[in-house]
């Protein structure tokens, strides 16, 4: 079928798509978008369009499989006109996260060395008090001291109540603490 036979075709195609589209979409505006979509994709893909079989037909199914495929999209969407919706989706800066995390690295090497352990021991080892004591040689309620007074120290640092190193170094010996408490 030549070019133009191909075009001609289309466009005595025309009535019975906009008949159609009426038909399954029952708007008139919506309908010719729909044969205007269906034009477009067969004009991009006449190639797969075979000679000697039906025109119309083969219309009709790429009219009504975009039909389809376009109401499934139009169910997962939230209808919003006045963007209030839209509005409550929003996502704050993950970068704070990140300097947070590194911030407490920091500030995990200002503890003394009793309190950062048994802080690691509890929060990052997962053990109990009583296992911490056991590890440490010392009474449960002296690690629950260390341990409280560890994340006070930490919260007045963290709050920026008090300025600490805040460089890689301290940074990297808190990883590779941590690190080695999460491998126990």
Same mark, same amino acid.
């Given at each position: 079928?030549?070019?133009?036979?191909?075009?001609?075709?289309?466009?005595?195609?025309?009535?019975?798509?906009?008949?159609?589209?009426?038909?399954?979409?029952?708007?008139?505006?919506?309908?010719?978008?729909? %044969?205007?979509?269906?034009?477009?994709?067969?004009?991009?893909?006449?190639?797969?369009?075979?000679?000697?079989?039906?025109?119309?037909?083969?219309?009709?199914?790429?009219?009504?499989?975009?039909?389809?495929?376009? /109401? !499934?999209?139009?169910? #997962?969407? %939230?209808?919003?006109?006045?963007?209030?919706?839209?509005?409550?989706?929003?996502?704050?800066?993950?970068?704070?996260?990140?300097?947070?995390?590194?911030?407490?690295?920091?500030?995990?090497?200002?503890?003394?060395?009793?309190? !950062?352990?048994?802080?690691?021991?509890? /929060?990052?080892?997962?053990?109990?008090?009583?296992?911490?004591?056991?590890?440490?040689? %010392?009474?449960?309620?002296?690690?629950?001291?260390? %341990?409280?007074?560890? !994340?006070? #120290?930490?919260?007045?640092?963290?709050? /920026? #109540?008090?300025?600490?190193? #805040?460089?890689?170094?301290?940074?990297?010996?808190?990883?590779?603490?941590?690190?080695?408490?999460?491998?126990?």
């Amino acid at each position: 079928m030549s070019a133009a036979q191909f075009k001609k075709d289309l466009v005595d195609a025309i009535p019975r798509l906009r008949a159609f589209a009426r038909s399954i979409s029952g708007d008139r505006d919506r309908a010719d978008d729909l %044969v205007q979509e269906t034009l477009s994709k067969a004009i991009a893909n006449r190639d797969k369009f075979t000679e000697g079989t039906n025109l119309t037909a083969w219309l009709i199914t790429i009219l009504r499989n975009h039909f389809y495929s376009v /109401g !499934r999209k139009m169910q #997962r969407e %939230v209808s919003d006109p006045d963007g209030k919706h839209a509005a409550t989706l929003e996502s704050n800066p993950q970068q704070t996260g990140h300097l947070e995390l590194k911030d407490f690295m920091g500030a995990l090497q200002v503890l003394p060395d009793d309190q !950062r352990e048994a802080l690691i021991l509890i /929060g990052a080892s997962g053990f109990s008090y009583e296992e911490a004591a056991e590890i440490l040689g %010392v009474k449960v309620g002296t690690v629950k001291s260390r %341990v409280s007074r560890a !994340r006070m #120290r930490l919260e007045e640092l963290m709050s /920026g #109540r008090e300025e600490f190193d #805040r460089s890689e170094v301290a940074i990297a010996e808190s990883a590779a603490m941590i690190e080695d408490a999460l491998s126990v």
